[in-house]
């Protein structure tokens, strides 16, 4: 995977929208065309995502111009390429450039890799229908391309991926939930994501022991991944300051915080409450979560 990686898009719903989103997290370079006004079938595109307005407000200018300023066009989707994903892949044969189109449900990252090292690819648009017409396509697309982009340490067969830690949590659970409201307000500097055990980041990056054992926290980083109250305490000693002094509590004997932890864990819907559903990132949070 090329160090100085780019993704593009032209910000729609769904497929551009989950590129962008996967390059943010990971710590890559994103930006490319939308049209003008910052159009898209959601209103007007939120500032948060770097892209330039074409001089038209017509989706077939951004389309061109993204495909022609990148080294190649990778298409998200199921079922016909048809509408904008279909004039992406003619204007990409248009001018020649390497297109290749995955499911993102069930391509392997390996043939993404494989064909992004054939072609030198680094500046990669990424298109594909939008949500309202591939439901699930945001979700489907974005857990692949985290999987697929992440930057691999050196060392051989084996070692950990880098990006930013991810903490999974219990998306129902009141208190997990206020765990995660500290989270927000207190890294400020986006140095975490967030993803429910019950979704699709954590269904694809973690155990399936892992997903079942709802009542603990999960942090995944890259020394490793670490659970129940070792995740609490690394999460509080990487966010500093009053935060860092809690995390000292690690000098007790593991199997006492242990067994606290998972009194708490074991009663917590009794205790702080259950949601009917998991958490939903507001438009300003949504950057910061994994689906």
Known sequence: ?????????GGQTGAD????????ALGLSCGGWCPHGRRAEDGVLPARYPLQETPLADYAQRTSWNVRDSDGTLLLAWGPLNGGTGETLAQAQRLGRPVLTLDPRTADVAALRAWMAAHAIGTLNVAGPRESKAPGIYAAGRAFLERALRPERSGGPGVRMTGQ????????????????????RADRHARFRLAPLQGETARVRLSAD?????PSIVLEDDTGRYRASDAVLRILARLGGVW??????RILPR?????????VA???YQWFGKRDTCRLPTASERARFLP
């Not at 995977?1 to 898009?9: A, E």
């Not at 929208?17 to 943010?24: G, N």
């Not at 830690?165 to 927000?184: E, K």
């Open 1 to 9: 995977m090329p160090q100085t990686l780019r993704i593009v898009s």
């Open 17 to 24: 929208r989950a590129a962008l989103d996967a390059a943010m």
């Open 165 to 184: 830690p991810t903490v999974y949590f219990d998306g129902v659970c009141g208190l997990c939930n206020r765990f995660v409201d500290l989270l927000l």
């Open 210 to 214: 892992e997903v079942r054992d709802l």
């Open 244 to 249: 860092w002094i809690m995390s000292w509590l």
């Open 255 to 263: 199997p006492v915080r242990e067994g606290v932890y998972r009194v």
């Open 266 to 268: 074991d009663h917590r």
